[in-house]
């Protein structure tokens, strides 16, 4: 297994169109988290998913941001009508998840979105 | 919003010598995480210390942990060109099953 992988890596797109993100995460993984990271900041917590089910979103996440995770295997975040202010990096992470805390999160290598 | 805030923002060091820094938090924890990410890349892991442990070693790395403060440190010592990063802290809380990241200390190590 050869990790998180995200893709596309690098995304530009013009303001008001929709941007797909795709998470494939390490098999085993049953927790997946979408993180979004702007330049000089920490990663911000958007969403997590414990297998299938999405389990707690972020208020950052506005109604134009869905995440799914279908069979709990990869995981889609898209971004509809995009704006210059979602321009950010967004990371994915997965984990084997364990009791009473988020436990080793394994992230991706980030998908950057540039909003024109 | 940040649960954590590292000091200081930025630290240049030369190589050979070590490199300290802090991590400030707001709320109990469970677990308190540091990661390091280097330009550009995602985050790598680097060490996981428990709401209960108040030091970890794991190779050139030594964290600390003072819950009455809600600080914790990171140190690495004899520092190499290749550990110029960002490092972050995140922790998360019982039962919080996600991770809150500060907004990182940015490593240089110059040879």
């Known amino acids: 297994d050869t990790g998180v992988s995200q893709d596309p890596r690098h995304k530009i797109t013009k303001r008001g169109q929709n941007v797909t993100f795709r998470c494939d995460p390490i098999s085993e993984h049953n927790r997946l988290y979408w993180y979004r990271q702007t330049l000089g900041q920490g990663p911000e917590f958007l969403t997590y998913f414990q297998n299938e089910a999405q389990l707690e979103k972020s208020r950052l996440l506005s109604d134009r941001f869905s995440a799914e995770r279908p069979k709990g295997s990869f995981s889609t975040l898209e971004i509809q009508r995009t704006e210059q202010g979602d321009s950010a990096m967004y990371l994915c992470?997965?984990?084997?998840?364990?009791?009473?805390?988020?436990?080793?999160?394994?992230f991706g290598e980030g998908s950057r979105l540039t909003v024109l | 919003s940040q649960q954590g805030e590292e000091d200081p923002q930025a630290l240049s060091i030369q190589e050979g010598e070590n490199a300290t820094m802090n991590c400030s938090y707001k709320t109990s924890i469970n677990n308190l995480q540091w990661y390091r990410q280097n330009s550009g890349r995602g985050l790598v892991h680097l060490i996981l210390i428990r709401s209960n442990e108040r030091e970890k070693h794991s190779g050139r790395l030594r964290v600390t942990l003072d819950t009455s403060k809600k600080s914790s440190s990171l140190l690495i010592t004899a520092s190499r060109a290749a550990d110029t990063a960002s490092y972050f802290c995140a922790t998360d809380g019982s039962n919080d099953y996600k991770l809150s990241f500060g907004a990182g200390t940015t490593v240089t190590v110059r040879a």
């Open positions: 992470a997965s984990s084997l998840g364990s009791i009473g805390g988020a436990g080793e999160l394994f």
